[in-house]
T-cell receptor, first 118, second 117 residues
Framework: EAGVTQFPSHSVIEKGQTVTLRCDPISGHDNLYWYRRVMGKEIKFLLHFVKESKQDESGMPNNRFLAERTGGTYSTLKVQPAELEDSGVYFC????????????????FGPGTRLTVL | AQTVTQSQPEMSVQEAETVTLSCTYDTSESDYYLFWYKQPPSRQMILVIRQEAYKQQNATENRFSVNFQKAAKSFSLKISDSQLGDAAMYFCAYRRWRDNAGNMLTFGGGTRLMVKP
């Protein structure tokens, strides 16, 4: 079974440009999460999709970030226009949906996209 | 809001020896999950071990075990018989009990573990 994949692995852009990151979750996983680690700090939550719907986008830093998950499969995260402080590693994770009951759903992570804004 | 703290930015251990990585957290909730994730230099982050807060028994996975002290809000990871392949960044993470507010993970800052041959 293929794991979570992310593309590109590394992106270098100039301030003001646009970048789109892609995440392909594990097949059948309804839950998709975006996280990022900036400047060696903690990994921070950005948002959570359940299928194509945004369940929680409380971690999105500002309106320069736009996430989509059309069709409930892969997701894209667009940064427009990119700023210097957006540099970091962007992780995607996916998990299965579980019936109500409180069982944990392990989140499987992709390798991340390292974004460098010059 | 929940916070997770890993006070050791770097640790080193001799191959075949035992090392313990520290993690403390702050929460007002009584039910939650705790995790240790490992990120080797190849960057794919993988789950090492998880603990449900309602379970008193400490979780173990082969050479990996935790010391979960709920009252002290401490969740340390012990790696026994360390191997070269254990060298990685280790992240401690917290997750609320499943509810409609979402399933996000709250991470600590990470501990870089080096294993000396």
């Amino acid at each position: 079974e293929a794991g979570v994949t992310q593309f590109p692995s590394h992106s270098v852009i100039e301030k003001g440009q646009t970048v789109t990151l892609r995440c392909d979750p594990i097949s059948g996983h309804d839950n998709l999460y975006w996280y990022r680690r900036v400047m060696g700090k903690e990994i921070k939550f950005l948002l959570h999709f359940v299928k194509e719907s945004k369940q929680d986008e409380s971690g999105m830093p500002n309106n320069r970030f736009l996430a989509e998950r059309t069709g409930g499969t892969y997701s894209t995260l667009k940064v427009q226009p990119a700023e210097l402080e957006d540099s970091g590693v962007y992780f995607c994770a996916s998990s299965q949906d579980l019936p109500l009951g409180g069982s944990t759903d392990t989140q499987y992570f992709g390798p991340g996209t390292r974004l460098t804004v010059l | 809001a929940q916070t997770v703290t890993q006070s050791q930015p770097e640790m080193s251990v001799q191959e075949a020896e035992t090392v313990t990585l520290s993690c403390t957290y702050d929460t007002s909730e009584s039910d939650y999950y705790l995790f240790w994730y490992k990120q080797p230099p190849s960057r794919q982050m993988i789950l090492v071990i998880r603990q449900e807060a309602y379970k008193q028994q400490n979780a173990t996975e082969n050479r990996f075990s935790v010391n979960f002290q709920k009252a002290a809000k401490s969740f340390s990871l012990k790696i026994s018989d360390s191997q070269l392949g254990d060298a990685a960044m280790y992240f401690c993470a917290y997750r609320r009990w499943r509810d409609n507010a979402g399933n996000m993970l709250t991470f600590g800052g990470g501990t870089r573990l080096m294993v000396k041959p």
